[in-house]
């Protein structure tokens, strides 16, 4: 009698492990199936994350690229502007002193030359009155004609200021034109001041690669100034 319930206990057991067995196994293959589900979705999670990461690495590298060519251009085209207006300061300060330099030394030099003048003039007076009254009046023509004297000396001052001939070549005279666009300039074939004042059709091209330097559209008005 023991021996036979022992037998059905052994046999509740086999059975109970098997159902054991059978349902660990149920269970792991369940397990296995959601990590290969959960894997495939963060795979399909993650790919467009990673596209939308690329892209905006790639948008943030062209910006950071256009903003900084759109600094230098800017930065060169003040660069050109302060050359420009301190070369203009320089060469008008330069030229205005030694026009000053000129014309001073001018006036000092027709001041002396008239007090020189003057001085015998006032002397001759009282001898030229007493020669009159003893002698011809033709004696009076001379004394007219000193005051004619004078003219030559002040023809000097506009022969002095006479202008100096424009050196066409320089483009830099052209105001809106620095060192730095000149020579470009002169690269792409502009070479003289009235190719900008009167440009032919093949000048206007040329010029057009320039449309972006500051004051542009008002480089022929300045150089017919000029020319």
């Keep these: ?3 036979k319930a022992k037998q059905n206990v052994d046999k509740i057991v086999k059975k109970v492990n098997k159902e054991f067995e059978k349902t660990s196994a149920q269970i792991e293959g369940l397990v296995n199936d959601a ?4 894997d495939s979705l963060q795979n399909q999670v993650q790919e467009p994350v990673r596209k939308l990461l ?30 420009s207006i301190l070369e203009r300061l320089g060469v ?4 205005a002193g030694k026009e000053v330099k000129k014309l001073t030394d001018e006036v000092s030099k027709e001041a002396g030359s008239a007090a020189k003048k003057a001085a015998p003039k006032k002397a001759a007076k009282p001898a030229a009155k007493a020669k009159a009254a003893a002698s011809k009046p033709a004696a009076k023509k001379p004394a007219a004609k000193k005051p004619a004297a004078k003219k030559p000396a002040a023809r000097k001052a506009p022969a002095a200021k006479a ?22 300039m002169k690269d792409a074939g502009i070479t003289s001041i009235d190719q900008i004042a009167n ?3 093949a000048d ?4 057009k690669a320039f449309s972006n330097v500051k004051g542009y559209s008002q480089f022929t008005a300045e150089a017919k100034k000029i020319s």
């Design 1 to 3: 009698m023991a021996k």
């Design 35 to 38: 990590l290969k589900q959960f």
């Design 54 to 83: 690329k892209e905006i690495d790639e948008l943030r590298d062209r910006e950071m690229k256009r903003f900084h060519e759109e600094f230098e251009r800017r930065l060169d085209e003040f660069h050109e502007l302060q050359s």
């Design 92 to 95: 008008a300060s330069k030229e």
């Design 163 to 184: 202008a100096k001939p424009v050196d066409k070549s320089d483009l830099t005279l052209v105001k809106g034109i620095g060192p730095a666009t000149a020579k470009k």
């Design 199 to 201: 440009p032919s059709a």
């Design 204 to 207: 206007q091209e040329k010029l």
